[in-house]
């Protein structure tokens, strides 16, 4: 059973940086799409951020330009790195591992932006 484990989230002012981190137990991951979702309050999970094992990425046009989604295939970790952080951006946000039918979810980290 893969493990995801996500850290870097905190409260920050608008405008400010942070840098999630999600690491994961399992091994030989580097064939799954790793990604970034977030959930605010009253609000459905959305997709932020998705990067193929090749280096492609998706954005949700909400993040183009701010955020930047990477990973290191050689520690099974996946980074986000949001700039320009808005009080919209506050949210749990989850990352990802799917692979085929293989579908994993990491705990969630709290993001809040004050205004």
């Known amino acids: 059973q893969v493990q995801l484990v996500e850290s870097g989230g905190g409260l920050v002012q608008a405008g400010e940086s942070l840098r999630l981190s999600c690491a994961s137990s399992?091994?030989?991951?580097?064939?799954?799409?790793m990604g970034w979702y977030r959930q605010a309050p009253g609000k459905q999970r959305e997709l932020v951020a998705t990067?193929?094992?090749?280096?492609?990425?998706n954005y949700a046009d909400s993040v183009k330009g701010r955020f930047s989604i990477s990973r290191d295939n050689a520690k099974n970790t996946v980074y986000l790195q949001m700039s320009s952080l808005k009080p919209e951006d506050t949210a749990v946000y989850y990352c990802?591992?799917?692979?085929?039918?293989?579908?994993?979810w990491g705990q969630g980290t709290q993001v809040t932006v004050s205004s």
């Open positions: 990802n591992f799917r692979f085929f039918f293989n579908n994993y």
């Open positions: 399992g091994s030989g991951l580097s064939g799954y799409v």
């Open positions: 990067i193929t094992s090749a280096g492609s990425t």
